[in-house]
């Protein structure tokens, strides 16, 4: 097998710096490593760290790469172990601090559309980041028969374990559903877009995951940690989720493990609508109902000026935990219950 020009005979695993964008004077070279195993079955792509500080995922990628071996594989593993590795330098959360894209919105749609990047007008150049992107998809991800990407909650942010299905115009691929049933998880979160009011445009083509889907290779989210914490529980379990994957889709002997999940669908977002200190009142993965209140915001004279009510029972997948906020800053994310 050849990928980005370099023989993987089978039986072999082999690791690298990928080439993924150009820069003023280095370049940006992303840790890849690729298992051909010694029995024919189904590629996987294990993506991580496109969000940088999302850091479970690349863990967990990184162990695997070094415990898994060719002899015991059916097929090919691939694993990118951190697509944005400057956001990690800088402990820059969610973007990269070169160009300052979500790599999340910038995998290759073929669509023409023009992206401002925080420039002054609309224009079809690339990035960094895009590039980066674009050279990962067609190399890597495009590859798959299975795809999963790794995620958390990043910097600031405090998450629910769950894995992610987010359909865009049409309805749930089955194998994507069947997919997210693999990892052993009791929550599933289905996000069709426009199933959060308050983010109508969510979520949007340029995701691996949407990219993915839309060739037609099943691929999920898969939600772990935050707070660019690295627990080691936290690693142990998403690397017994992906192997229990592994065995499911033939690659890995063993006896697969399945949990019936509760299945949430569509949710609502709270955003601050003024600027303070920040207090909650509850924890990432507390099921919450309407009325509730899920936190306030106290002024700079102590008074508290405002009340984070909740608008729906459902279960709090994901807070930002940063105490200081400013209007429209992100505060909850809430999965309603189907
Ligand atoms: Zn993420």
Redesign the pocket.
């Known amino acids: 097998m050849r990928i980005d020009n370099r023989d993987i005979p089978k039986g072999s695993k082999v690791r690298w710096n990928f080439l993924a964008a150009e820069m003023t004077v280095n370049k940006i070279e992303v840790p890849v490593t690729v298992i051909n195993g010694v029995k024919e079955g189904p590629t996987v792509v294990i993506t991580a760290g496109?969000?940088p500080n999302?850091l479970i995922g690349q863990a967990s990628t990184v162990r695997l790469a070094k415990e898994l071996e060719p002899s015991e594989i059916a097929g090919t593993l691939i694993f990118v172990h951190i697509e944005n590795p400057m956001g990690l330098q800088f402990k820059y959360a969610?973007r990269s601090p070169l160009d300052n894209v979500n790599m999340?919105s910038v995998f290759p749609t073929g669509l023409e559309k023009g992206e401002d990047m925080g420039r002054d007008s609309l224009h079809l150049g690339i990035s960094p980041t895009k590039q980066a992107a674009d050279r990962i998809f067609k190399t890597f991800i495009s590859l798959a028969d299975w795809h999963v990407d790794m995620?958390?909650?990043?910097l600031f942010e405090d998450l629910d374990f769950n894995i992610e299905i987010l359909p865009i115009g049409e309805p749930v691929d089955e194998k994507t559903r069947a997919l997210a049933r693999m990892f052993k998880s009791e929550k599933i979160w289905e996000v069709p877009q426009g199933t959060i009011p308050q983010m109508p445009n969510y979520p949007g083509r340029g995701s691996a995951v949407a990219e993915a889907n839309h060739m037609g290779i099943p691929s999920c989210?898969f939600?772990i940690g935050g707070e660019g914490r690295l627990r080691k529980g936290q690693v142990d379990q998403a690397c017994d989720a992906l192997r229990n994957m592994m065995m499911c889709v033939g690659m890995l002997e063993g006896e697969a493990v399945h949990v019936e999940p509760t299945v949430y669908s569509g949710g609502n977002v709270l955003f601050a609508q003024c600027g303070g200190l920040h207090y909650i009142n509850i924890n990432s993965g507390d099921l919450v109902h309407k009325g509730q209140e899920l936190g306030y915001t106290v002024g700079w004279d102590g008074e508290i000026i405002s009340r984070d009510i909740c608008p729906c029972d459902g279960l709090m997948t994901n807070m930002v935990v940063h105490g200081g906020v400013e209007p429209g800053d992100m505060l909850y994310v809430i999965a309603n219950e189907c």
Do not use: D, I, L, T
């Open positions: 496109v969000h999302e969610n999340n995620h958390g909650g990043e989210f939600e």
